[in-house]
């Protein structure tokens, strides 16, 4: 049975760098979120996608955010020009919604960005 | 809008002690899930518990239990004979029926001591 997994799990770059995360969902969930958690604060919604589709966007996602999920599975999460207001863990979480199921997000193990 | 808040940020009992975790949560939905997430040192969010807005009963599961208060918009966790192992930041998080992101609450840090 494999969860959600996330690579890279660290990485370090210097800022104005950009940065490239994927998200490999849970073989038969069709939604696909993104979160960011940054230093004794809950996670923050970042943006899902239902199959292909991006439903939702948080203002915290600045122009400098780009997320896709082109064939419906795995995603990924560019941040372009990144500056040190960035670092953060960086979590991935997929569900199974359909008509009235709604199933619970089950996280993966994080990506944890660090801007110099 | 929504609205988790966890108020106690830090708890440290010794060990074998209970201990409750509060969660108070805000919304006008009707339709709304409640969850509690547990984060252990290595980074990665264990789920444990949902309940959806219509069921009220409270459950328990081993040394865990939960208690879901629609009147006081309260769904509180017990951990009763804490262990070391219990060492972690605690989340609450509720979703509308209608939504996808969950809002979290700020977490509590359980420090249990042997």
């Known amino acids: 049975d494999t969860g959600v997994s996330q690579d890279p799990r660290h990485k370090i770059t210097k800022r104005g760098q950009n940065v490239t995360f994927r998200c490999d969902p849970i073989?038969?969930?069709?939604?696909l979120y993104w979160y960011r958690q940054t230093l004794g604060q809950g996670p923050e919604f970042l943006t899902y996608?239902?199959?292909?589709?991006?439903?939702?966007k948080s203002r915290l996602l600045s122009d400098r955010f780009s997320a896709e999920r082109p064939k419906g599975s795995f995603s990924t999460l560019e941040i372009q020009r990144t500056e040190q207001g960035d670092s953060a863990m960086y979590l991935c979480?997929?569900?199974?919604?359909?008509?009235?199921?709604?199933?619970?997000?089950?996280f993966g193990p994080g990506t944890r960005l660090t801007v110099l | 809008a929504q609205k988790v808040t966890q108020a106690q940020t830090e708890i440290s009992v010794v060990e074998k002690e209970d201990v409750t975790l509060d969660c108070v949560y805000e919304?006008?939905?009707?339709?709304?899930?409640l969850f509690w997430y547990k984060q252990p040192p290595s980074g990665e969010l264990v789920f444990l518990i949902r309940?959806?807005?219509?069921?009220?009963q409270n459950e328990i599961s081993g040394r865990y239990s939960w208690n879901f208060q629609k009147s006081t918009s309260s769904f509180n966790f017990t951990i009763t004979a804490s262990q070391v192992v219990d060492s972690a930041v605690y989340f609450c998080?509720?979703?509308?029926?209608?939504?996808?992101?969950?809002?979290f609450g700020q977490g509590t840090e359980l420090s249990v001591k042997p």
């Open positions: 073989s038969e969930h069709n939604r």
């Open positions: 919304t006008r939905d009707t339709t709304y899930y």
């Open positions: 309940r959806n807005s219509f069921d009220e």
């Open positions: 998080a509720l979703i509308i029926n209608q939504g996808g992101k969950l809002i």
């Open positions: 996608f239902q199959n292909e589709a991006q439903l939702e």
């Open positions: 979480a997929s569900s199974f919604v359909s008509g009235g199921r709604r199933d619970t997000q089950y």
